[in-house]
């Protein structure tokens, strides 16, 4: 356990904040051993959302950084960010590359988008031939646009992994990547076989950034990625959402860093502004987490559905799998 934080199935609970949870006595800790064991669970349910760096950009969290995994029927077909350790994740998660439709960064800074060569590099052994599409924001100020930053990495003559620039002849599977405004209205941006992702632009300070509603078998799972509370087309895109992922970067306490991401309460804000079903916070940083009491006290005087504080590797199920469904 973390301090006062205790594990159950992967995912982080406060019994304290939380009246339908069992009373600490109940709640047992679960070994790092015994949950890597249990990880690859979550391929076994029909549709889920599986946490695989739940942590930010600085190790004293002990977690990796963000990225996240939509399974359905035993398939890992999303993949929204792809921080550090997020590849490792992905393999003690039993995914596989060759299942994936399509890799979503919500913005360029290192703690989400730092593995996405580590994918490239393991796709080459997979067993893939059709595209895999690559998500990401347009280019401003200091930062590239993902057309860009996956041609830093893979162009033929200057890329930084130039020896798999087949990904970009045609020699290796194609990448289908497209760059998203975040300054255009929300948008469906990806689409494929009961899977879908729409988009919007959200504040982080002057980065290009963007937020991610997917809606899978039916199920919507919004992901707020790294944005302050003036991102107001978000709250309208993630509006009734099984599940909203967001991001726990700053404590109460933390008001000059209001600029780069909402504060406790302004996710409590958020939540209950459109109405999510259920609330689960990640990228959780240690500056957060040491006023993790006080500040879900205080989101569950806001918003009133369940809250939940993500680990890596959690699973959290959304529908039965399509056998089990059936009467």
């Known amino acids: 356990m973390r301090g006062l934080v205790a594990r159950i199935g992967g995912a982080v609970v406060l019994s304290a904040c939380c009246p339908s949870l069992p009373p600490p006595t109940e709640i047992t800790a679960v070994p790092e051993a015994q949950q890597r064991a249990e990880a690859g669970a979550c391929r076994e349910q029909g549709v889920a959302l599986q946490i695989l760096g739940s942590g930010g950009p600085i190790p004293d969290d ?35 590359i060759a ?34 599409t690559i998500l990401g924001p347009t280019e401003g100020g200091r930062f590239p646009g993902i057309d860009g930053f996956v041609t830093s990495l893979l162009d033929p003559e200057h890329g930084a ?3 798999l620039s087949g990904y970009l002849d045609g020699s290796l599977f194609r990448l289908d990547v497209r760059p998203i405004d975040p300054s255009a209205e929300a948008a469906e941006v990806f689409t494929a076989a009961d899977l879908s992702l729409r988009a919007v632009g959200v504040k982080h300070t002057q980065i290009p950034a963007l937020g991610f509603v997917a809606t899978i078998a039916g199920k919507r799972v919004a992901f707020t990625g790294d944005q302050n509370a003036e991102s107001k087309a978000f ?21 000059d860093l209001r600029h780069l991401h909402r504060t406790p309460e302004e996710i409590a804000q958020l939540a209950a502004e459109a109405e999510v079903h259920k609330l689960v916070l990640s990228h959780n940083m240690q500056r957060a987490l040491a006023d993790l009491m006080r500040s879900l006290e205080l989101m569950r005087s806001i918003y009133h559905g369940p809250i ?8 959290y199920p959304l529908a039965e799998p399509v056998a089990a469904a059936a009467p």
């Open 62 to 96: 002990a977690r990796a950084s963000s990225g996240y995994l939509l399974w359905q029927d035993g398939k890992a077909r999303a993949m929204i960010d792809a921080g550090g350790g997020t590849f490792l994740r992905f393999g003690e998660a039993k995914a596989r």
């Open 308 to 315: 939940e504080v993500g680990d890596d590797l959690g699973c």
């Open 99 to 132: 299942d994936l439709d399509v890799i979503a960064l919500s913005h360029l800074h290192a703690d989400h988008a730092a593995d996405l060569a580590a994918f490239f590099k393991g796709g080459y052994f997979a067993e893939r031939k059709r595209a895999l």
């Open 161 to 163: 992994f130039r020896y």
């Open 235 to 255: 709250v309208e895109l993630a509006r009734g959402a099984d599940l909203l992922v967001a991001h726990h970067a700053i404590s109460l306490a933390d008001e």
